[in-house]
């Protein structure tokens, strides 16, 4: 903005002038646009920040004068203090300031979760009376946050479980055994036959487990057929075969024995408790056999 005077002179009487000046006042009304660029950002936890970029993006050029914008970030499913830092900044634009980066340090908060996100805001502060004229668009940025450090290890809580067939239950524990969730983990679990054969020695399982945050130890209950044989002990096993997402997810253990100790016993004593025989016969049959069981 900038004024200039006008003034009359008169060259012949007796003419009067008055008011012989007057004064002009030329009003810049050219717009001027402010905003991100671009308005999407992603960054992983490993990278340790997120820089924002601000730039006067069209319009006039400003000239002998500044403009005060103030970035401020805003939580979303992440946030301030756990997730990333707060960060408040005046931004001043002027001639020789058409861009401006903010850089937004994000926090390893240790828990493997979803990706998380959060908001950069712009807002006008001053722009030397002339504010009407100064655009912010686009005011509003959105920031990812992808985990790519934090991993959790999930396992069965033993390598091998020993229970007796008339037990009726085999239980295994698979737990999350490293690590902190903050997002579902789905895994397969299966048994594997062995000595042990499903459905006459145990009950054959094959079922999702879902971890989570509240949810970071699960048993699993197998049934077990007493056949009613005496026998040796005979095994099976467990196993993990699938899991989602896959990404630093590690399954160790992934597989544990099962033993199934017999609780079966046999009687085995003569037919008869009393035998007579010739001393001129020579031999006499005797019958062992069992007798229960």
Same mark, same amino acid.
């Given at each position: 903005? @900038?004024s200039?005077?006008?003034?009359?002179?008169?060259?012949l009487?007796?003419?009067?002038?008055? #008011?012989?000046?007057? =004064?002009?006042?030329? =009003?810049?009304?050219? %717009?001027?646009?402010?905003?991100?660029?671009?308005?999407?950002?992603?960054?992983?936890?490993?990278?340790?920040?997120?820089?924002f970029? =601000?730039?006067i993006?069209?319009?006039?050029?400003?000239?002998?004068?500044?403009?005060?914008?103030?970035?401020s970030?805003?939580?979303?499913?992440?946030?301030?203090?756990?997730?990333?830092?707060?960060?408040?900044?005046?931004l001043?634009? /002027?001639?020789?300031? %058409?861009?401006?980066?903010?850089?937004?340090?994000?926090? /390893?908060?240790?828990?493997?979760? *979803?990706?998380?996100?959060?908001?950069?805001?712009?807002?006008?502060?001053?722009?030397?009376?002339?504010?009407?004229?100064?655009?912010l668009? #686009?005011? =509003?940025? +959105?920031?990812?946050?992808?985990?790519?450090?934090?991993?959790?290890?999930?396992?069965?809580?033993?390598?091998?479980?020993?229970? @007796?067939e /008339?037990?009726?239950?085999?239980?295994?524990?698979?737990?999350?055994?490293?690590?902190?969730? &903050? &997002?579902?983990? $789905?895994?397969? @679990?299966?048994?594997?036959?062995?000595?042990?054969?499903?459905?006459? *020695?145990?009950a054959?399982?094959?079922?999702?487990?879902? @971890?989570?945050?509240? +949810? #970071?130890?699960?048993?699993?209950?197998?049934?077990?057929?007493?056949?009613g044989?005496?026998?040796?002990?005979?095994?099976?096993?467990?196993?993990?075969?699938?899991? +989602? #997402?896959?990404?630093?997810?590690t399954?160790?253990?992934? %597989?544990?024995?099962?033993?199934?100790? *017999?609780?079966?016993?046999?009687?085995?004593?003569?037919?008869?408790?009393s035998y007579?025989?010739?001393?001129?016969?020579?031999?006499?049959?005797? &019958?062992?056999? $069992?007798?229960?069981?």
């Amino acid at each position: 903005t @900038f004024s200039y005077s006008l003034t009359l002179i008169g060259e012949l009487t007796p003419v009067m002038l008055s #008011p012989n000046v007057t =004064m002009v006042t030329i =009003m810049d009304n050219n %717009t001027l646009t402010i905003g991100f660029d671009p308005i999407q950002y992603t960054v992983n936890v490993s990278d340790g920040y997120v820089t924002f970029n =601000m730039s006067i993006l069209g319009g006039a050029t400003i000239k002998g004068a500044s403009v005060e914008v103030m970035f401020s970030t805003k939580d979303g499913t992440a946030l301030a203090g756990q997730d990333y830092n707060q960060t408040s900044q005046l931004l001043t634009f /002027n001639q020789d300031t %058409t861009n401006i980066p903010v850089a937004v340090g994000i926090i /390893n908060n240790g828990y493997y979760e *979803d990706d998380i996100i959060f908001q950069a805001n712009l807002a006008l502060q001053s722009a030397t009376g002339y504010e009407r004229f100064v655009t912010l668009s #686009p005011a =509003m940025a +959105t920031a990812t946050i992808i985990d790519d450090i934090n991993g959790v290890t999930i396992g069965f809580g033993q390598t091998g479980y020993s229970f @007796f067939e /008339n037990q009726r239950y085999a239980h295994v524990t698979v737990s999350v055994l490293q690590g902190q969730l &903050k &997002k579902s983990v $789905v895994i397969q @679990f299966r048994t594997i036959r062995g000595s042990a054969v499903g459905p006459g *020695d145990y009950a054959e399982t094959d079922i999702i487990l879902v @971890f989570n945050a509240s +949810t #970071p130890n699960i048993t699993v209950y197998i049934a077990l057929v007493d056949d009613g044989l005496a026998e040796d002990d005979e095994s099976f096993a467990a196993q993990f075969y699938a899991v +989602t #997402p896959s990404g630093l997810v590690t399954i160790a253990p992934a %597989t544990t024995g099962i033993t199934i100790i *017999d609780t079966n016993s046999v009687t085995i004593g003569f037919g008869k408790q009393s035998y007579q025989v010739s001393k001129h016969q020579g031999s006499i049959p005797l &019958k062992i056999q $069992v007798l229960r069981g």
